[in-house]
């Protein structure tokens, strides 16, 4: 069983995933403009739940969600299952690719054979593809890598029914009945405004009142926990930008990619300015993570230095802020 399926790396496993699958059926879409049709654009911090043992941070909506929203703007549904037993799991895996359907997986990271030692930690949210089976192994397609590559039905089991915080429970996906015209351009504005929305939420868990509650929280760690807890919590923020919001900045690239492919299509060159806005928004975020490695790695010179991330990340809030503001006003019409 091997699907003719065309590998494309990406930068981040969502956006990926869902590209290389729609690119399977005709629909041409690029990573970015599955990211910002799908509002993936986000900031969510929940300190009561604990990821890695720290308090939970994402720059990205919940996984899934992105996919669903590009489904529900654009025209298509998607079919997915979750299973009790990892039998039953193989067995609908096999039937699909039986029937040359590639099909999508939500997986654990850290027994992902193929991925280096550094990058495999338990994080149970990647995502990939599976397109055909060969001697006993699986033919994946994981869009954050260069080239495909391939795990046994041992090793693919291990990572579909990972333990833990958004344990996937063999977890399986793919698009159907997709249109034969679409509309990108109303797709495009729905997903900047919901985008938006999030941003500029009243709720202090999400956007930039979340960035602005984490900034808050960094000097009532020290007090409260001491360094070495304070540093392994902001390491765990930088891992998320960096690391898990792949393409670096919290995917603020990423999405200063897309506010450049909306500008064209939507002949709004208002969304230029903001795209290199963004962009630059992006590398502060970075010279944040930046700093925060030398505190960790105790290189840093800044004196009073959790005071001075704090106030850094709260001016990343209030720019934030200000450039949703003009984000929203830009497709008002």
Aim: a positive charge; one cysteine or more; charged letters at 25%.
């Amino acid at each position: 069983m091997n699907i003719n399926f065309k590998h494309k790396q990406s930068a981040h496993c969502e956006n990926g995933t869902a590209s290389n699958l729609l690119q399977f059926y005709g629909l041409e879409l690029s990573e970015p403009m599955i990211f910002g049709i799908g509002s993936g654009l986000l900031f969510f911090y929940f300190p009561l739940l604990k990821v890695n043992s720290a308090p939970a941070v994402s720059y990205r909506t919940f996984p899934g969600h992105i996919f669903e929203k590009v489904a529900k703007r654009i025209g298509f549904k998607i079919k997915r299952q979750k299973f009790s037993s990892p039998e039953k799991a193989q067995q609908v895996l096999d039937k699909n690719l039986e029937k040359g359907i590639p099909t999508g997986l939500q997986v654990g990271v850290y027994n992902l054979t193929y991925f280096p030692d550094e990058y495999r930690f338990h994080f149970n949210a990647h995502n990939l593809v599976v397109y055909g089976k060969e001697n006993g192994e699986y033919l994946i397609s994981d869009p954050v890598m260069q080239h495909t590559t391939r795990l046994t039905e041992k090793e693919l089991e291990k990572v579909r029914f990972a333990k833990g915080v958004l344990a996937p429970k063999g977890h399986l996906y793919y698009p159907t009945e997709l249109p034969k015209n679409i509309h990108l351009e109303k797709a495009i504005i729905k997903g900047i405004k919901n985008t938006c929305d999030n941003m500029l939420s009243p709720l202090f868990i999400v956007g930039v009142k979340a960035i602005e509650r984490v900034s808050k929280h960094i000097p009532f760690w020290v007090k409260r926990y001491g360094i070495q807890k304070t540093n392994h919590y902001l390491a765990q923020i930088v891992r998320m930008q960096e690391e898990i919001g792949t393409g670096g900045g919290g995917f603020r690239f990423i999405y200063g990619a897309f506010l450049q492919e909306a500008a064209t299509i939507l002949n709004n060159p208002k969304l230029i300015e903001l795209s290199k806005e963004i962009t630059d928004i992006g590398d502060v975020w970075r010279n944040f993570a930046l700093e925060i490695s030398r505190v960790y790695k105790k290189r840093s010179n800044i004196i009073n230095v959790y005071n001075k991330l704090s106030q850094d990340l709260y001016q990343i809030a209030q720019r934030e802020k200000e450039f949703f503001k003009k984000l929203r006003n830009a497709v008002k019409k």
